[in-house]
C-alpha cells in the first residue's frame, strides 16, 4: 500500500537525512534481486525498522549492526527450512539437526552469537513473537532446556525482508534480546505475486522434498492491501546409519524380528507442512492506518529413538544388564514358580526359556511378543497460530500534535501433541498396547503495546527523536495429560516392568496443570544528533514480573562521522531473559543415554524437594552486560564493515547435568508418591548455575560491478565466536561446559557471487566452517575436535519470460562428508555402537549433498 499520508512520508524522510553515514549493506543483504528488479537498480538503498523507535532509517545511519536479508535472496536456496536459509546468510547464526533429540527435532532449536535459542528475540512485523511449547530437554549442550520460537513456520515466499540485529537490545525489546534481534517483514503489495513448485532430494537418494508456495497481493478497497502467503512441503525421512553391532549378533545368533537397521540417525519425517500468512492495512484517514497479520500453521513430525535390545533394555527385558531375564508372574497370588532365564547369545535357544515361559501360560516375558527388540518412534503434531491487530499514525491536535502512536494487540498460540509409536507400557505385560499419545503442551501469550514518537527542536544538527511506551504481556504454559495407557502403573509394575510409555512416559493428570505469569514495562528512547556527524542514543526499559520482580536495563548507542567514509558506532548496554514458565513449572521423564548406556532421568521442578535436595532453587532471570564497537567504511561500489562484540551473561538459565539419584533420593522420591521412582537413574532440573562471556568479531565486505557482459554482487561476510564458561558447579558438570565452550565453530564465513544476465542469473555461496568438536550420543568419551571444511551452494535460473522462469541448484554441491566417528583407538567403544556413522554435531549437518528443481509464475 502507498501511504497517502504526507506527514508519515516526510518522517520517513527525516529519518534518513538524520545522519550521513555511508551505506552499510550486509553480505546478504545486496544479492541479486529478481531480473526486473535489477534491470530498474542494482544498489536499492536497505530500509530497517528493527533497531530504532524513530521512523524507519537506512540501515547504514543506524550505531548498531543490522543485516537486511532480502525475500529474494532467502528463496534462492535448496533448502525448504527457514532455519536453514538463515544459517546460510547469516554467519553467527547456528542450526543442528538434532537427530534422535527428543522434542528437539519437532522444533529445532538455533544459536545466534553462541547463544541458545530462547536468548534472540523473534519478531513479526516489529511485534515479539510468541515462543514454541516444545522445550528441548536434549537440546545438545547449548541447548538443553531452551525454549525459544519457532520460525521454521514462516514460509521464505511470503516474506519483504529479514532484518537481523547483532546487538543486545533488552533496554528497548525486554526479555529474551540478550544475542540479538530478528524481525521478519512480511510483503505488503496490494497487487501481483508469485507461485513456485520445487522438489529436491539427497544424493543418497533419500529425503524427498516436495514444497507448493505462493503469494499474492490484493487490493483491500482503494486504500488497503490484502497480501497472502501459504507454503505446503512434505520430507521424507533419511538415514545415514549402520547396523547396530549388538543387533548384529542378535540376527547372527537367530533371534527373529530383528530391523535391519535397528537405529536410524538422520532428518525426521515431515507430513502435511502447511503455513498460511495474511498481512493486511489499510489507510482510515490521512493520518491513520489500521493493520493486521497473522499465521496458521500445522505439520506432522516423526522421528527415531534409540534400539530397546531384547537381552539388556532395563524395565522391558531385563533388570541386571542383561545378566537374566525379566519374567513376569502372572498368577494372582505368584505362584507361577517362573524360573530365572540366564541370558546367552539367544534366549530363545534356551530350554529352560521354552520350557518356563514360552511354554507356560502363568509366565510372561516380552520376548515372547517382541523377540527382536523395538525401536520407538517419536513424533508430534505442531500447530501455530498468531493474530496482531493494531492501527498507527500521527496526532493532528491537542497536547501530542505531530507525534506518532502505534497501539497494538497480539495474540500468539503453539501446541504440540506428542506422540510415540512401536512401544511399550511394559507394566501391562502382553497387553500393552504399542503406540501412545503421551500427552500435549500449549504455549498462550497474550502481548499489548502502546508506543508514541516525536521529533522535537532542541537547536541540534536536527531533531532529537523521543519516544516511549508501555507494554503487557501474558505467558501461558499449560500440560495436557496423555491417554491413560501412556502413563499408567499397571498390573506388572511390582516385579519390576517399566511404568508408561516406553521413552516418553505420558504426563499423568497429576503432571497436568496450567501455569500463568504477566508482567509489564515502560520505556523510553531518546536519539540525538548533537551534530551532522554525532549522533547519540539512549534507551531505558522498565520490567515488572509478578513472579521474580523488577528490572531495569539501558542501553547507550553512538555513531561518529570521521570522513565521508568512514564511520565509527558503538554501544553499551544491559539485558534480561526471564526464565520462562514452562522452565519453571515443567516435569518430565526421558530416556537418555548416560555414559553409552540407556537410563530413564526425571527432570523436575527446581522447586522440587528432590530437586532442592541437590542444589536447585526458584530460578531467576538471567542477566548480562554487554558491548559493541565498530566501523562503517565507503568507497565507489566497495562496503566494509568491522564490529567487535562482548556479552557477559550472569545466572545462565539451563537444565542441570544428569545428576545420578542415591537410594535415599529414590526413597523419598517414593515416599512423595512418585510411581516407580526406584527405576529412575538419573534427576535433572533448572537452575541458574552458570556465567559466560561471549566474544567476536563480524566483518562484511560487499562489491557490485558491471563484468562479464552482467551485473555482478560479491559479498563475504565472516564471524569469529568464542564463549567461555566463568563460573560453574557440578550442577553443571564439566563436559557440558566444554560442549557449551567447543560445540560450534569459532570461525564462520560465506562468500556469494551473484551474477545477473539478460536471461539468466547465478547465485553461488561457499560456505566455510572451523573446527568444532564432534560429539556423538552426548558422550563426553566420544568427544573430538572435528576438522575444518568448506560447502558450496549454487543455482542458475533461465527466465523464459517476465513470468516464468526454471531453476535447478544443489545445497552442498561437492557432497562434502560430515566428519566420520572414529573414538574406538581412544575408549574401546565401536564407532557404530549406537548405528550412527558421523558426529551429528556437524554445523553442515550429515545428509550431505542435497539437489533440486523449482518452476516459479510470477505475475
Not at 147 to 160: E, M, N, R
Not at 203 to 223: A, C, H, K, M, R
Not at 257 to 278: K, M, N, R, T
Not at 459 to 467: E, G, K, P, T
Request: aromatic share 12%; proline share 4%.
Amino acid at each position: 500500500m502507498k501511504l497517502k499520508n504526507n506527514a508519515l512520508n516526510q518522517a520517513i524522510k527525516f529519518a534518513l537525512a538524520t545522519t550521513t553515514a555511508g551505506l552499510f549493506i550486509s553480505g546478504s543483504a545486496i544479492a541479486a534481486d529478481e531480473q526486473s528488479e535489477t534491470k530498474v537498480n542494482k544498489n536499492v538503498e536497505k530500509i530497517a525498522v528493527v533497531g530504532t523507535r524513530s521512523a524507519p532509517r537506512s540501515i547504514g545511519d543506524s550505531p548498531v549492526p543490522i543485516d537486511i536479508i532480502g525475500g529474494e535472496e532467502l528463496e534462492k536456496s535448496g533448502n525448504t527450512d527457514m532455519l536453514e536459509l538463515l544459517k546460510g546468510a547469516v554467519p553467527s547464526f547456528n542450526v543442528h539437526q538434532n537427530p534422535i533429540s527428543d522434542a528437539a527435532s519437532l522444533v529445532r532449536p538455533a544459536n545466534l552469537r553462541g547463544l541458545p535459542s530462547d536468548s534472540t528475540l523473534i519478531l513479526l512485523n516489529g511485534k515479539r513473537r510468541h515462543r514454541a511449547s516444545v522445550i528441548a530437554f536434549l537440546g545438545g549442550g547449548i541447548n538443553d532446556g531452551a525454549q525459544g520460537a519457532d520460525i521454521s513456520v514462516i514460509p521464505s515466499i511470503a516474506l519483504k525482508q529479514v532484518e537481523v540485529l547483532r546487538d543486545g537490545a533488552a533496554a528497548q525489546y525486554g526479555s529474551d534480546a540478550i544475542a540479538g534481534v530478528m524481525n521478519f517483514q512480511l510483503k505488503d503489495a496490494s497487487e501481483g505475486g508469485k507461485f513456485e513448485v520445487r522438489h529436491g532430494q539427497y544424493y543418497e537418494g533419500d529425503g524427498d522434498t516436495t514444497q507448493i508456495s505462493g503469494n499474492v497481493g490484493l487490493p483491500f478497497t482503494d486504500n488497503g492491501f490484502a497480501n497472502l502467503s501459504f507454503q505446503y512441503k512434505t520430507a521424507d525421512a533419511t538415514s545415514r546409519s549402520e547396523q547396530r553391532p549388538d543387533a548384529a549378533a542378535l540376527s547372527a545368533a537367530g533371534v527373529p524380528e530383528v530391523s535391519s537397521l535397528a537405529q536410524v540417525w538422520g532428518a525426521p519425517e515431515v507430513d502435511d507442512d502447511i503455513s498460511i500468512f495474511g498481512n493486511f492495512g489499510l489507510e482510515l484517514t490521512n493520518d491513520s492506518e489500521f493493520y493486521m497479520f497473522g499465521n496458521y500453521s500445522e505439520r506432522d513430525v516423526r522421528g527415531g529413538f534409540y534400539y530397546r535390545n531384547p537381552h539388556t533394555r532395563p524395565g522391558v527385558y531385563s533388570n541386571d544388564g542383561g545378566e537374566t531375564l525379566l519374567v513376569a508372574d502372572l498368577t494372582e497370588d505368584m505362584s507361577g514358580n517362573c524360573p530365572t532365564i540366564a541370558i546367552d547369545d539367544n534366549v530363545l535357544d534356551n530350554p529352560d526359556y521354552i520350557s518356563g515361559v514360552a511354554n507356560n501360560p502363568d509366565c510372561f516375558a516380552f520376548n515372547e511378543t517382541i523377540p527382536g527388540g523395538f525401536t520407538p518412534n517419536f513424533g508430534g503434531n505442531i500447530t501455530d497460530t498468531s493474530l496482531t491487530i493494531g492501527t498507527k499514525g500521527m496526532f493532528t491536535g491537542g497536547f501530542f500534535k505531530g507525534a506518532f502512536y502505534d497501539l497494538s494487540g497480539t495474540v500468539g498460540l503453539n501446541e504440540s501433541r506428542y506422540f510415540i509409536y512401536d512401544t511399550v507400557n511394559a507394566s501391562l505385560g502382553a497387553d500393552s498396547p504399542r503406540d501412545f499419545s503421551p500427552g500435549k503442551y500449549e504455549q498462550l501469550e497474550k502481548n499489548f503495546n502502546f508506543d508514541l514518537s516525536k521529533g522535537f527542536d532542541f537547536d541540534l544538527a536536527y531533531d532529537v527523536n523521543i519516544a516511549g511506551g508501555l507494554e503487557w504481556h501474558e505467558e501461558t504454559f499449560t500440560v495436557i495429560s496423555g491417554d491413560e495407557a501412556s502413563f499408567t502403573a499397571g498390573p506388572l509394575t511390582e516385579q519390576g516392568f517399566g511404568i508408561g510409555s516406553n521413552g516418553f512416559p505420558g504426563f499423568k493428570p497429576s503432571d497436568a496443570g496450567e501455569y500463568t505469569r504477566r508482567n509489564y514495562a515502560a520505556y523510553v528512547d531518546i536519539e540525538a544528533p548533537f551534530t551532522e556527524d554525532f549522533l547519540m542514543g539512549l534507551a531505558v526499559r522498565f520490567e515488572d514480573y509478578d513472579s521474580f520482580g523488577t528490572t531495569t536495563n539501558y542501553k547507550v548507542m553512538a555513531q561518529y562521522h570521521v570522513t565521508e567514509d568512514l564511520n565509527v558506532r558503538g554501544s553499551v548496554s544491559t539485558g534480561f531473559r526471564a526464565p520462562t514458565v514452562g522452565q519453571a513449572n515443567v516435569s518430565n521423564v526421558q530416556t537418555n543415554l548416560s555414559d553409552g548406556v540407556l537410563q530413564d532421568s526425571a527432570l523436575l521442578p527446581p522447586t522440587n524437594p528432590i530437586a532442592v535436595q541437590l542444589g536447585g532453587t526458584e530460578l531467576e532471570p538471567e542477566e548480562s552486560q554487554s558491548y559493541t564497537l565498530g566501523a562503517v567504511y565507503t568507497i565507489g561500489d566497495l562496503f566494509l564493515t568491522l564490529d567487535y562484540y562482548n556479552i557477559e551473561v550472569d545466572d545462565r538459565i539451563s537444565q542441570s547435568e544428569k545428576i545420578v539419584l542415591s537410594q535415599d533420593d529414590k526413597d523419598t522420591l517414593e515416599a512423595a508418591g512418585v510411581p516407580n521412582a526406584q527405576s529412575y537413574a538419573q534427576v535433572s532440573f533448572f537452575t541458574n548455575d552458570f556465567d559466560t562471556t561471549t566474544q567476536g568479531i563480524d566483518l562484511v565486505a560487499n562489491y557490485t560491478a558491471d563484468m562479464l557482459g552482467g551485473s555482478s554482487t560479491f559479498s563475504l561476510a565472516y564471524n569469529w565466536n568464542e564463549t567461555e564458561v566463568t563460573k560453574f558447579s557440578d550442577i553443571t558438570g564439566e563436559f557440558k561446559v566444554k560442549r557449551l565452550e567447543e560445540d560450534l565453530p569459532n570461525h564462520r564465513a560465506t562468500l556469494t557471487w551473484a551474477q545477473q544476465w539478460e536471461s539468466i542469473s547465478l547465485f553461488t555461496r561457499a560456505n566455510y566452517y572451523g573446527e568444532y568438536q564432534g560429539v556423538h550420543v552426548d558422550y563426553d568419551a566420544t568427544a573430538k575436535t572435528a576438522d575444518a571444511a568448506v560447502t558450496i551452494d549454487a543455482e542458475i535460473t533461465y527466465f523464459l519470460n517476465e513470468s516464468v522462469s526454471f531453476s535447478v541448484g544443489a545445497q552442498n554441491l561437492f557432497d562434502q562428508d560430515a566428519e566420520k566417528l572414529d573414538f574406538e583407538d581412544r575408549t574401546g567403544i565401536p564407532n557404530n555402537n549406537w548405528g550412527g556413522q558421523y558426529y551429528e554435531t556437524s554445523p553442515y549437518g550429515i545428509n550431505g549433498g542435497f539437489y533440486y528443481a523449482k518452476a516459479t509464475y510470477t505475475f
